[in-house]
């Protein structure tokens, strides 16, 4: 027998022993965690910061493509030739202009006796006084000259024109065509005026001709701010396609290094979704705002028509952006290991194998096909993925449907490549080497302890 209390020793000894294994243990993965909170504070850093970036990256893109680029700028604002709010403004702006131009009396006292019953007969017409009768036949010429053909080329020629001198308003030079104040940014409508007065000749208003040439503005842009703005427009046109190329790099910094980088993935896709859409807030409220700031003497309608021509592509750009997002965190959550995702695979999986069943029973054989599918999907599907981000950002001007359209191309692609690859699974009864259902035995024995967060 052993000494009385011996094996209460061995029993300290042993549980000695395993409390300085578990503070071994422990004063190891303290600098684990240590290092895994700063890689997480540094993640999520990056992602905010990617984040903030992304309005300012879009407005600097859409600042850049509008000055920067002619056809752009002219693609732009070539619908507003043919917005009927636009024409009344401009006819009303152009009947002014006349009227104040206009010396009734002395322009009668220089009709010629033969060409007084032809004036007479074109106010005559129009009942009331002389100046009111004058006033609206004006207008009737300038809303015929507006809605005709020739506006609209007027209109794109002088866009075009004077694109370069619109670059140098907003940017400080304030030379050229196009005139910026400390409130507003106009265009010289001379042009339009000399056809009304060549409509007015032709109506019989051959008095016309003698009003002298005349140059009036018609506001693009009106805002007690935008002096102040030049300079904005000015940095955002230099940082130009950079700011945005800055803030995705940001994002996918983040998603790198984050210690659980699909959740992390998610959370930065649905992050950038979020701040195009608080651009997308913030264009509508400052629409609002640009509205009810404007002078009496300017048309609300026309000015906010105005207003969502200039930007309609920044907003397609705010759409994109948020489709994008959603459709990115949507893929990484379904990559998942949390029930529904896998649910969703398992429901994919068995359409899949579901369709590859029919084939074969209807005689389909694909020979060597099936096999190099199986063999090489993993690198098929990276390839196809590569794909159609290369085709997005390749596209020029995507829309949220282009968005939209390549994602359900690619999910078509990935259908057609499972169900090819499924051709030896069925005739195996099993993955032979392992390519790609690497996800399917992880499903099966459940998320490693290690990663339970990214559910």
């Known amino acids: 027998m ?3 209390g011996g094996g209460t020793d061995d029993e300290l000894t042993t549980l000695r022993a395993r409390v300085a294994a578990l503070e071994a243990s ?10 895994h909170r700063l890689r997480s504070f540094f993640s999520g850093l990056l992602v905010v910061i990617g984040c903030l970036l992304v309005p300012l990256g879009l407005v600097a893109a859409w600042t850049a493509d509008l000055l920067g680029d002619t056809d752009r700028y002219v693609q732009t604002v070539t619908p507003l030739a043919s917005d009927p709010d636009v024409q009344a403004a401009v006819a009303n702006r152009v009947t002014g202009a006349v009227m104040e ?11 010629a006796p ?3 019953p032809l004036v007479e007969k074109a106010l005559g017409k129009l009942g009331g006084s002389l100046e009111s009768a004058l006033s609206s036949f004006v207008h009737d010429r300038a ?4 809605a005709s053909p020739a506006f609209e080329t007027i209109w794109t020629d002088a866009n075009r024109a004077i ?3 619109l670059d140098r308003a907003l940017t400080g030079d304030e030379d050229g065509a196009v005139k910026i104040e400390t409130d507003s940014v106009t265009i010289d409508l001379a042009p339009v005026i000399e056809r009304v007065k060549e409509r007015l000749v032709d109506g019989g208003l051959t008095v016309a001709s003698n009003i002298p040439e005349i140059h009036t503005d018609f506001t693009v842009l009106r805002s007690d701010d935008i002096g102040k703005a030049k300079t904005g427009f000015a940095l955002l046109q230099s940082l130009g396609l950079w700011l945005p190329v800055i803030a995705v790099l940001c994002v996918a910094g ?3 290094l ?8 998610v959370a930065a896709a649905l992050g950038f979704a979020v701040a195009a859409l608080v651009l997308g807030i913030a264009l509508t409220v400052f629409r609002t705002v640009y509205l009810n700031a404007l002078p009496a003497s300017v048309s609300p309608a026309a000015a906010g028509t105005v207003y969502d021509t200039l930007i309609r592509f920044l907003r397609t750009s705010v759409r994109v952006c948020a489709v994008l997002g959603v459709l990115v965190a949507l893929a990484a959550w379904l990559s998942g290991p949390s029930r529904p995702a896998v649910l969703v695979r398992g429901l994919w999986r068995s359409g899949i194998a579901a369709t590859r069943s029919t084939a074969d029973r209807a005689g389909m054989r694909l020979g060597p096909v099936g096999g190099f599918v199986h063999r090489f999907r993993l690198w098929i599907v990276w390839i196809l993925v590569a794909g159609a981000a290369l085709a997005f950002v390749l596209w020029p001007h995507p829309t949220g449907w282009v968005v939209i359209g390549l994602a359900l191309a690619l999910l078509f692609a990935l259908a057609v490549t499972d169900f090819l690859a499924a051709t030896d699974v069925a005739a195996e009864g099993g993955d032979g080497d392992g390519g790609g259902d690497g996800v399917e035995a992880e499903e099966k024995r459940g998320p490693a302890p290690g990663r339970a967060g990214d559910a």
């Open 114 to 116: 033969d060409q007084r």
């Open 258 to 265: 984050a210690v659980r980088r699909r959740r992390a993935l």
């Open 26 to 35: 422990s004063a190891a993965t303290a600098p684990r965690r240590e290092h």
């Open 143 to 146: 809303q015929d000259v507006v």
């Open 2 to 4: 052993g000494a009385p």
């Open 163 to 165: 694109h370069t001198s």
């Open 101 to 111: 131009h206009v010396d009734l009396p002395a322009l009668l006292e220089g009709v």
């Open 254 to 256: 983040g998603v790198l």
